[in-house]
């Protein structure tokens, strides 16, 4: 069935340090959602992105489509202690059923 | 507004035994998800609903079942319950935004011993 790679699975960065993780599919992809889970949280809308090449900001995080609509990434900038948890790309794959990535685990250190 | 509200927090069941998650929502939403989440893991799709009296299966439906007779309730049944089964459990809704935004529950920690 249709699902989307995440990777890497984890990161340990050291605080301000950047992160990044990418979401690939095999196919094309209608949209693309992120999303971000605290450690023993629930999952937080970030983020849709929707049109091929689209670029978006907040604050610090950088989210791009890529050009053929087959990958995503979330661009973390200086990252700080608050940015701890797992980021979890998704697609909604059309009937509104939407289809979460592995999740990639961020872990700062002060 | 409470948004997606989970009932039980925790629960513990014994093999074999059969139990309700309840998720009531209170922003009019016409879609709902149950995902669950295994340790360290990412969330999987169970069964999702479109409207009341309409759901599909999702990723992983066997061992549940769902039911959706009003639009702000959309309980997950556990029949036999099983060790693969210990897991924690999302409800989720979204409504007709351009966003496409799921607003999640606190989740429903589960263990079957």
């Known amino acids: 069935g249709q699902q989307v790679m995440q990777i890497p699975q984890y990161q340990h960065v050291q605080e301000g340090e950047d992160f990044t993780t990418y979401c690939n599919s095999s196919?094309?992809?209608?949209?693309i959602q992120w999303y971000k889970q605290r450690p023993g949280g629930h999952p937080v809308f970030l983020i849709q992105l929707v049109k091929s090449g689209e670029v978006k900001k907040q604050k610090r995080l950088t989210f791009q489509f890529g050009e053929a609509k087959k990958n995503s990434s979330l661009h973390i900038t200086a990252t700080q202690t608050t940015d701890v948890g797992t980021y979890f790309c998704?697609?909604?794959?059309?009937?509104?059923?939407?289809?979460f990535g592995a999740g990639t685990r961020l872990f700062v250190k002060a | 507004n409470a948004g997606v509200t989970q009932t039980p927090k925790f629960r513990i069941l014994k093999i074999g035994q059969s139990m309700t998650l309840q998720c009531t929502q209170d922003?009019?939403?016409?879609?709902m998800y149950w995902y669950r989440q295994d340790p360290g893991m990412g969330l999987k799709l169970i069964y999702y609903s479109v409207g009341a009296g309409i759901t599909d299966k999702g990723e992983v439906p066997n061992g549940y079942n769902v039911s959706r007779s009003t639009t702000e309730d959309f309980p997950l049944r556990l029949e036999l319950a099983a060790p693969s089964q210990t897991s924690v459990y999302f409800c989720?809704?979204?409504?007709?935004?351009?966003?496409?935004?799921?607003?999640f529950g606190e989740g429903s920690r589960l263990t079957v011993l």
């Open positions: 989720a809704s979204s409504g007709e935004t351009a966003t496409g935004e799921l607003f």
């Open positions: 998704a697609q909604n794959t059309g009937g509104f059923k939407t289809i």
């Open positions: 922003m009019n939403h016409n879609y």
């Open positions: 196919t094309t992809l209608s949209n």
